[in-house]
């Protein structure tokens, strides 16, 4: 059967929310973040040497990295639903935003996230924090300029795409606060996407002390 | 017409070399670094606001991120060739190390390398690049491994795993230099590769001067 190992308050979040959409047949394991430094717990670990969430399992298999799970469970258990195929107009949409969540944007957050962590001689001497703030501005805008075109970040429809891109938006913003004031369409999106009565099961069995609300 | 645009010495090295296996047409637009600080030129940044290389171009679109560009270009002028389906056994191998390679590499590389720029202070005060490096270790590791399993990431044949896992293995270990001695399935897998025609001719077409033997 397929497992889902969350690990509380964390990117496998994701998962959770994908089963829930595809309305399929999943088990959800739910892990502690270690008390001492809130790293994968010793368990978590020994599931798939990347050590880090999300994890799944199916069988023999044990399986890691965002993008590979989510991709997966679309192919293998969701009959390619909330994918975009290659002959659509909006293939292009659904790969950019798919990809661009934890290729470009997830990295650029967790470096500006470990400098605002650093001591503040090593952010003072760095340019790195600043050319990544300098990225993740150039992201809001563009992902300002994409909700304004559609309502889900490949079209009409939510797919893959909006699994990959919520977390960076929401949860990261827990930890790097970002003013939404004058970002009206992500706005609405997050809006609608806390909406979703899928995204508020997954919340309620994935991490219930979190507010569904996103905004 | 599918055109890449290359800037010298970057991730869209491996558009070129995808372009090559496939034996698709394609044109290829040779863009050169800034000479001051080495970042994409003004021209290159104007082709899609993300700025950095890989970016390609086909009729209207305008697309960058480099797991986007791949699977792209093997959706839509591939036939799916290099890409592995749901059905089959090695699914999972296959998306796993695709999307490792920009997820969670990349970005340990790039932070690594990020703070071997910074001033002394800063790497002393930091515990990130140490981290970084605990986990490239664990990456080539499991890289060794794997490549003790298989011939290519996904198996038997190569595929996008491989076009998006080499460049991480080759290019960055000029920058990050690394000793290979103790892993000599890394090694054998990057002579097959760099024996390849198709490699070698994207070398003599994107990067003349950089030597096609990556041991």
Known sequence: ????????????????????????PYELKLHARDPVGQHS????????????????????????ESGAVVDYIIGKHGGGRMSVTADKPNFADYLFWFHYANG???????????????PEEVRKASTMAARMRERTDA?????????????????????????????????????????????PNLR??????????AFQRARRKADPTVPANLS
């Open 1 to 24: 059967v397929l497992t889902v190992h969350h690990l509380g308050a964390s990117q496998s979040e994701r998962i959770v929310w994908l089963c829930e959409e595809l309305g399929i």
């Open 41 to 64: 717990p010793p368990e978590y670990k020994a599931l798939h040497w990347v050590g880090s969430a999300p994890i799944i399992t199916d069988g023999d298999l044990a399986l890691g």
């Open 104 to 118: 470009t944007l997830m990295p650029s957050l967790l470096i500006e996230l470990g400098f605002a962590a650093a």
């Open 139 to 183: 992201a809001y805008a563009a992902i300002e300029r994409r909700l304004g075109e559609a309502d889900y970040f490949a079209g009409d429809e939510l797919t893959g795409a909006d699994i990959m891109m919520l977390f960076p938006l929401s949860h990261m913003r827990r930890f790097l606060p970002r003013d939404l004031a004058a970002l």
């Open 188 to 197: 609405a999106y997050l809006q609608r996407v806390g909406a979703r009565p």
